[in-house]
């Protein structure tokens, strides 16, 4: 992909509010998505995943929605805790890529108290 | 901890030296990732293998790369002549695949700084 710098998405909330992140994904053969929290010196952590069958997919505090029509995936966090602070990575597989992800830009979350 | 590991964590060496990251993954994980990751840039793949199988490599995988994971458990990733242009984190994912399945489970990472 190309190198998009150090200027990343941010998307700043308040502690208790709904936050929503958004990713366009590239490849329309990609029928595995997947939402990565990475913390400042740290390796991504699985959030929650979407196979390309559904259109959502709820867990614990977090909602993925796929749109595949405009290749859109959306996670939204309810209730935002300071602790959600992190950069958001979405990733897309599947396909004839199977194996490997290629993730997404990346969104800074700020979550002030 | 039966997450994934890598190790060292950080490594610097100087330009034109070898260097080798190792990574285990979660127990009975059949496939093993390799990722790198710039600052500011999500993970770029760099190869992976199931069980003791390389069974694709990017083309980011120049000569001076080459990643091995001889009994299907643990894997290494070498890097030989290193440049400045290799500085970065490198990043093991491991995975339990299964048709339609491939949920990869990262590892904290080896962050390299070449002087």
């Known amino acids: 992909g190309e190198s998009v710098g150090l200027h990343l998405p941010t998307l700043s909330v308040q502690e208790g509010d709904n936050s929503i992140i958004n990713c366009a994904y590239s490849?329309?053969?990609?029928?595995?998505f997947i939402w990565y929290k990475q913390e400042s010196g740290k390796g991504p952590q699985f959030i929650i995943d979407i196979r390309s069958n559904m259109d959502k997919r709820q867990g614990q505090r977090v909602t993925v929605l796929l749109n595949k029509t405009v290749k859109h995936l959306s996670l939204q966090i309810a209730a935002t805790q300071p602790g959600d602070s992190a950069v958001y990575f979405c990733a897309e597989g599947g396909g004839t890529s199977y194996g490997k992800l290629t993730f997404g830009q990346g969104t800074i979350l700020t979550v002030h108290p | 901890d039966t997450g994934v590991s890598q190790n060292p964590r950080h490594k610097i060496t100087k330009r034109g030296q070898n260097v080798t990251f190792r990574c285990d993954p979660i127990?009975?994980?059949?496939?093993l990732y390799w990722y790198r990751q710039t600052l500011g840039q999500g993970p770029e793949f760099l190869t992976y293998f199931q069980n003791e199988a390389q069974l694709e490599k990017s083309r980011l995988l120049s000569d001076r790369f080459s990643a091995e994971r001889p009994k299907g458990s643990f894997s290494t990733l070498e890097i030989q002549r290193t440049e400045q242009g290799d500085s970065a984190m490198y990043l093991c994912?491991?995975?339990?695949?299964?048709?339609?399945?491939?949920?990869?489970?990262f590892g904290p990472g080896t962050r390299l700084t070449v002087l």
């Open positions: 994912a491991s995975s339990l695949f299964k048709t339609g399945v491939d949920t990869q489970y």
């Open positions: 127990s009975e994980h059949n496939r």
């Open positions: 490849n329309s053969a990609s029928d595995y």
